[in-house]
């Protein structure tokens, strides 16, 4: 065994040595996306598993590196290694993943691997979103695995619709890992790669015996959680259930019951499921370092032909923007039913995507709002607002620059009041952007939970469902399709609005203490009529300073007395707001 | 006479610079009234009243980290009320999950005027009585300060001002208008700055006030700014948040003159305390502003600071195993109360300090100006080896070396990160290394980040108080006008031109920066450039240093720095601290990275002349601070008493 104060000092090297090629591949990179955090840096050994990841890394993109090491590792000769493939890789075909060899005296001891999620990757839809596509080769153009040559990295900007900033980009992320590869190779020539390896090999195995610890905290049981997506062509919201059976030394996740292969992007290869299920249980164990997650004592389970093992040429870029969230979202709450403490609601969904494209030949535009949901609940208080999905690690444009940049004007960009779940804590309201385009334009909008919100916990409130309306020819109307648009024509002057859905809220809605609901109502966050109705408390003043303390005993012990509180509900009717 | 305070959560440090001589004084603080401990600090000065005094304060950051601030009222554009609690869309960390997070101002004391301008002029005008209205109905609701925040009105003021004009001198609490505190043309952060001023206003007023009230007619008061800068009380009252980073501007500043005089205008200036590390790296003379810092999870801060970074590693920091058997150090940290395990106040949590006492690498007596403490090495040994030694199963002297060498490289890594960032090599810049625990840590700082050279300015515990002595006033113009760089129509020029015509005159340091961004990309660079440079010459350079070639690149803000010439000079301040009065120190036991401990001669600082050197392994002690050179560097003391380390090989 390795001297703990080498391993110590080692590893403390190894994660500094990652963290800072993710920064030097920010810090370089031309996309704005890109420097706010849709990147992800691992290290991997040769045979596989996992070193580490970057501590900004965004979850999900990380956790797809390794479906990549997999397959290059075994490339021979190999350099310096790129792909966007999503079926093999996970992942949509935004994501342009890298990989290169760590030599040391000729052998082979490490990978280096990155992933960016490109803003751009040509294909039918802008900005990576292609609602609209009904095969892969409308998403964009997919690079088998091969080397980063000049000639192939040529070949994706030239597809790309802003080619010198992706150029930068590619640039930028080849050469991150060269510093990578730089940084392994002179840790191992200060401590020699024998000790780096064994450094390595007592890490991993402590972190899974962490995670084989921290997993007794699960209940023995099966859980199970069902959740339902937009359909991509208007039809039937499609299922999404998870069944999570732990028994003493095995987890189980089984996604059987999920919806079919879906004819539009909402799909996952296999891959993605996999990353997007490891990455709840990330979330649950937060104190695992990432080499503690090798998929050993969890088995993951996922019906031939459903819209989770999704294969060619059945189209993916609905993976980063909606799925993968909200599979990590449904692992999150049926782990949340088995673990005491550490669970949280549902989150209002994964971020929802709006493109706005201008067609004008001599202004070309092209702008991509990622437009955050409102968080769940948990037991430890309100969810968040304006939540990052919990697969991303990245960040909202300003409305400043946005409409110094393009020709829009963004009207509201706020809290939707009143969509959070009610709760003893409530889920997080969603947001409203609302967007005038000031030149004719095409929207394209790859969204969900239009057709059910998001869960709530131990009785807490479910969260309000999306909503999207475009204001043209002089009035509101809801655009057809649900939560999937490709390139609808926008006029000089017309509006988009969306209101994406709120958190699921936790704990039963009548145990909220009184002093938040008075800020609440203050805040507008909810009406007088609500607070009654919703949470038992009756507010005599507007403006929520002062309560009716027996009406609000009374009708809040009612709910354990009787179920019918219809006296008080018509009196609360006639209250104002 | 001319005094520098410090006022931190746990000691007042005040730095008296008369005839040549330095002298120091350390009393308690007084949080419930600071003003107090600034007066008792001033009182045991004992000789007469100082004419000047120069004063660091973090009673504003404390306020906002604690959140005692005030009840704001926020008056802002319809349809945005809520871009304080809306942030970036973002999370706190990248696992775990959320809770909610509460803004500065509370969303039932934010409210919508009708207004709006498009960044270059305004579409709709702001209605004088709907501003009242709505002033007053925040006032009727508590508000004790309020902070007018308009889209866009970093680059179009107008309607921000004429809201303010309507309602200055109608209204007790103080007004404030977000374009008069922050330039930043992104909304979130300029609206955060605006509230976290706003917040903190009532109770740096009150502080400002107390002090004024204590004070003789003959002295005359500066606040240091984070921008390193000198500003009168009042000044400071118009933007009070300007003073969050004083007391690390101070010791940059201070850092920045001993470069100066030294001759090196590439160094990296470290201040190393007892709860947090503070680093800035500097290129060419002049440190970097920044308006891009964050004082806690969604409360970024959009005014021109000095570009310095913080990370939570002090010598209070609180080591711990992690969960696969490795140290990590911070970024918790016990404080001065109850403190280190060794102040034997407490046996729970083991620090970098007890890692230092057990390895002898400070005395088991420390001194600080104005008295001394005793420090227990059994308890420091015995909570070291409980948390940390046995876990990882090495002995207590092993896990100190470790303890130590950790939190130096974390340290270093933050350095490399912002040296990443500026695209620099630091391996030929200078370290200057001060705070408690800095000239204790900078070698090993040092050698990770291949410096070879390193000075220790006197009185390095002392440092922030009386680099401020060295601070002079600093004027900054900004203006956000944006312009293509490669097909110039002459804004470039024009503004630079403006720039450069306002700034002269002064026998000044002026710096002009420039913010660009690729057409198309709102991600934002910056760039120093020279007074007679053309945008054409300017994207050349621009499109070399950052990779840019090919890309249009826009300039949208132009800001210039003026640095008075401070009115003291370093020898001024400190021709010569060395004393009559030598203590002779016993050599004691150090254990050095090889694990061999050494019998290890100990020096007092104050006793050595300039000119006298020697080599490590040796210990040099002053009050406040220990200097530790290991094997393999030299040390000698040169002029104004600086120390120098350097590596032998």
Known sequence: MIDAILRSRIWSRMQAGVDEAEAHFRSRCGSGSLADGETAVALFLPDGSVVTDGTQSAPFLSMTLRPWVEK??????????????PYDFGGSIADIKMAAPISIDGSIVAWGTIVGHCPDIGGRGVGGVSPGARAIQEEGVRIPMGEATADRL??????????????????????????????????????????????????????????????????????????????????????????????????????????????????????????????????????????????????????????????????????????????????????????????????????????????????????????????????????????????????????????RTFP????QYGERERSGGAGRYRGANGTV???????????????????????????????????????????????????????????????????????GGYGHPYERAVRLLQEDVAAGRLTRKEAAKDHGVVFTRADGRDYDSAKTFKLRSYRLTSSDVDDFLDEIETLED | ?????????TFTDLVCSEDGQLRTIKVPSTPSDFSEGFSNAISALDSGTPGEIIHGTTVATNALIQRRGARVGLITTSGFRDILAMRRRDRRSVYGLETAFLPLVPRSMSREVTERSDGKSVIVPVDPAEVASVASSLVDDGAEAILIAFLHSATCPDNEKAAAAQLVDRFEVPIFASHELSDATTEFERFSTGAASAYVAPILHRYLDAIDHRLEPTNRLQVVTSDGGLVSPDEAKVNPIRTALSGPAAGVWGAKSISQQLGYPAFVACDMGGTSFDACLVNEGEPALTRDRELGFGLPLALEMLDIATIGAGGGSVVSV???????????????????????????????????????????????PGGSRDLDPDAARKTLNERVAAPIGVSAEDAALLVVSTVEEKMADQIRTMATANRTDVSDHVLIAYGGAGPLHAAGIARSLGIRSIAIPPEAGLFSAWGGLLASRRSILSTVREFSLEASDGTFEDVLKQHVAKAAGSDSNVLHTLDFRCAGSTRVMSLRVDGEECAGQVATRASEQFGLVGHDLVGFRLTTSVVENPSRSLEAILPNTSTDEVRTLEPREVTFEDGVKVACPVLDRGGLKPGDAGEGPCIIEEAGATTVVPPGYRWRVGDVSMLFLEAVS
């Open chain 2, 322 to 368: 992690s969960s696969v058997g490795t140290v990590e150090v911070g970024p918790d940290g016990v404080g001065a109360d109850p403190g280190p395990a060794c102040y034997g106040n407490q046996v729970h949590q083991a620090t970098v300090t007890d890692a230092d006492l057990v390895l002898g690498r400070i005395p088991d007596v420390l001194h600080l």
């Open chain 1, 72 to 85: 290059v590792r075994g490339a021979e000769g190999a350099t310096t290694l790129v792909s966007n493939d």
């Open chain 1, 408 to 411: 829009v004007r963004v009207c």
């Open chain 2, 1 to 9: 006479m001319i005094v520098g305070i410090d006022i931190g959560g």
């Open chain 1, 154 to 403: 040529q070949l994706i900007c030239e597809n790309a619709r802003l080619p010198r900033l992706t150029r930068q980009d590619l640039e930028a992320q080849r050469s991150a890992l060269g510093l990578l590869g730089e940084w392994i190779v002179g840790l191992a020539h200060t401590h020699g790669w024998e000790s780096i390896e064994a450094a390595i090999r007592e890490v991993q195995s402590r972190a899974q015996t962490g995670l084989r610890k921290a997993m007794t905290e699960l209940k023995p049981g099966s859980y199970v959680r069902r959740d339902r997506l937009d359909s991509d062509t208007a039809g039937v919201p499609v299922p999404l259930e998870v069944t999570l059976t732990v028994t003493d030394c095995q987890v189980t996740v089984d996604f059987a019951g999920s919806g079919n292969v879906s004819p539009g992007p909402t799909n996952c290869a296999y891959a993605s499921t996999v990353a997007a299920t490891v990455c709840g249980f990330r979330h649950i164990f937060p104190e695992i370092p990432a080499c503690g997650f090798g998929i050993e004592g969890l088995e993951i389970q996922v019906p031939h032909g459903s819209l989770l093992d999704a294969r060619f040429p059945a189209p993916v870029s609905g993976t980063v923007d909606v799925l993968a969230d909200r599979l990590t979202s449904l692992v999150i709450e049926a782990l949340s039913q088995a673990v005491h403490g550490r669970g949280q609601a549902c989150d209002g969904g994964g971020g929802d995507v709006v493109v706005i494209e201008g067609h004008d030949p001599d202004h070309p535009f092209s702008l991509r709002f990622v437009v955050g949901t409102g968080g769940g609940a948990s037991g430890r208080g309100d969810g968040l607002l304006n939540a990052d999905a919990s697969t991303r690690h990245s960040r909202f444009p300003s409305i400043e620059d946005v409409e």
């Open chain 1, 433 to 503: 952007l609302e967007v005038e385009v000031r030149c004719a334009g095409r929207l394209s909008l790859y969204a969900d939970r239009f057709s059910r919100g998001a869960g709530g916990h131990h009785r807490g409130g479910r969260g309000s469902v999306t909503e999207l309306e475009v204001f043209t020819d002089g009035h509101w109307q809801k655009p057809p399709g649900i939560g999937r648009l490709q390139s609808l024509e926008l006029a000089a002057g017309d509006r988009v609005r969306i209101r994406t859905a709120g958190g």
